[in-house]
């Protein structure tokens, strides 16, 4: 299936997936959220990159969930139980998406400009790392609107900046401006337009790029282990992790390439193949 909400354009490594809905702020409609699973399902499958970078058009990254969404798209019948119920389920499956983002085998780097609202914070919170523009901001809309954050806010953001801060943004709905996200560490660094931004996130896409993949993909599952769990348990993990993951070629070549003066070649990870998916077992 061809985007039609996003392009990708995968170069040297690099897989740059763009909101193109710049004119509707790159609001969030059911079409889009099927989009991108599909994407993240195909990256995940083939790996066709070592590196997933999530840019916008438009003045805005995201203004969030398209409201008229809940009108059409995704009615909600909350007179009766059964019908709440239903939507439990609803959320669950939207929930799962930016589970698959989060747990992509590849470091995923958001580039914001302008408002990262509602839905696009969801989005974020699910990334490695978050790059911004001076004038990018952040909100959780959710309150705005009668309404708290389901997709994942609540629960990853408290693992990226202090906990009151994030009460804060969740009871207020204030904006967390491009200066103060970087104090508390929400954004990696900040840069003075957007096209120094995406500039400065393929630079750096380019050199995780160049690492290893595997001790990569490593490195964010222990990492992503250790948010969750004490000390003791993610060395526990690591212990094994490093045994399972240990790869003698990339150190050889590593080792090689700098003795020889040259940029290491490393092998790109395996395509997973799926028991139920095509091709992917017996028929």
């Known amino acids: 299936m061809k985007p039609e909400c996003f392009s990708l354009e995968i170069d040297a490594g690099i897989a740059t997936l763009t909101m193109t809905r710049g004119a509707e702020m790159n609001t969030i409609t059911p079409a889009m959220w099927r989009e991108l699973e599909q994407v993240l399902d195909d990256l ?14 438009g003045k805005h990254f995201s203004a969030g969930l398209a409201l008229e969404s809940f009108g059409g798209d995704l009615p909600i019948d909350d007179s009766n139980a059964a019908g709440r ?9 939207m929930q799962r998406v930016l589970d698959k ?3 992509l085998r590849m470091p995923v780097i958001a580039a914001i400009q302008g408002g990262c609202v509602g839905g696009g914070v969801d989005l974020v919170s699910a990334c490695d790392m978050r790059f911004a523009v001076a004038d990018a901001f952040f909100c959780i809309q959710e309150i705005n609107i009668g309404l708290a954050a389901d997709l994942g806010t609540l629960q990853r953001l408290p ?8 009460r804060e943004l969740a009871y207020s709905g204030r904006r967390l401006g491009a200066a103060r996200a970087h104090a508390i560490g929400l954004v990696n660094e900040v840069y003075a337009d957007h096209a120094a931004m995406l500039a400065g996130v393929r630079a750096l896409a380019a050199e995780i790029a160049s690492k290893p993949p595997l001790a990569v993909w490593a490195s964010k599952q222990a990492i992503d282990y250790a948010r969750e769990h004490t000390v003791a348990d993610g060395l526990r993990q690591m212990t094994w992790l490093q045994a399972g993951m240990w790869d003698t070629a990339a150190v050889v070549e590593s080792v090689t390439a700098r003795r020889e003066g040259r940029t290491p070649r490393y092998r790109d990870l395996h395509k997973m193949r799926s028991f139920s998916g095509t091709g992917g077992g017996r028929s």
């Not at 119920?85 to 499956?93: E, H, P, Q, S, V």
Request: glycine residues 2%; without cysteine.
């Open 85 to 93: 119920a239903t939507l439990a389920l609803t959320i669950a499956d």
């Open 101 to 103: 983002l989060a747990a």
């Open 159 to 166: 693992k990226l900046i202090p906990e009151g801060v994030v």
């Open 44 to 57: 995940q499958r083939d790996v066709p990159a070592r590196v997933l970078v999530i840019a916008s058009t």
